[in-house]
């Protein structure tokens, strides 16, 4: 018999990036923060092709300046899980929420941060 699987309503998504960074919702990148109706708080960075193309750029830059040290080769080694969309706005990010959820990847990409890590969760809220 299959799992009956239980569906937990989101309750909020927001988009959370460094104020002090002239944010882009098109070239940009951001970690973004989903609140559930049962109170558990997941995040994930978002990132959009523009800028994984800038960190490109700049990785490239770093290697010549190393003078040889580095193969001038740009590369980048994504430790976290990344979540790439073409903008990131409120409606494409949670869009992307919800198809995670249905696809039941969701819990395969966003983390539960650590309790200092969601302390200015009371902040946003």
């Not at 959009?48 to 590369?75: G, I």
């Not at 039941?104 to 941060?113: A, K, L, Y």
């Amino acid at each position: 018999m299959a799992e009956k699987r239980v569906w937990i309503e989101v309750k909020r998504v927001w988009i959370d990036h460094d104020p002090a960074d002239k944010f882009d919702p098109k070239t940009g990148s951001a970690d973004v923060l989903v609140e559930m109706e049962n109170g558990q708080l997941w995040q994930a960075r978002f990132v959009t092709l523009p800028h994984l193309q800038q960190d490109l750029q700049l990785s490239l830059e770093v290697a010549r300046d190393l003078n040889r040290a580095l193969a001038p080769t740009p590369f980048l080694a994504l430790e976290t899980p990344h979540v790439i969309v073409h903008e990131l706005s409120q409606d494409v990010i949670e869009d992307v929420v919800d198809n995670m959820l249905v696809l039941d990847v969701f819990e395969s990409i966003f983390f539960q941060p650590e309790p200092k890590e969601a302390a200015s969760r009371e902040e946003i809220l």
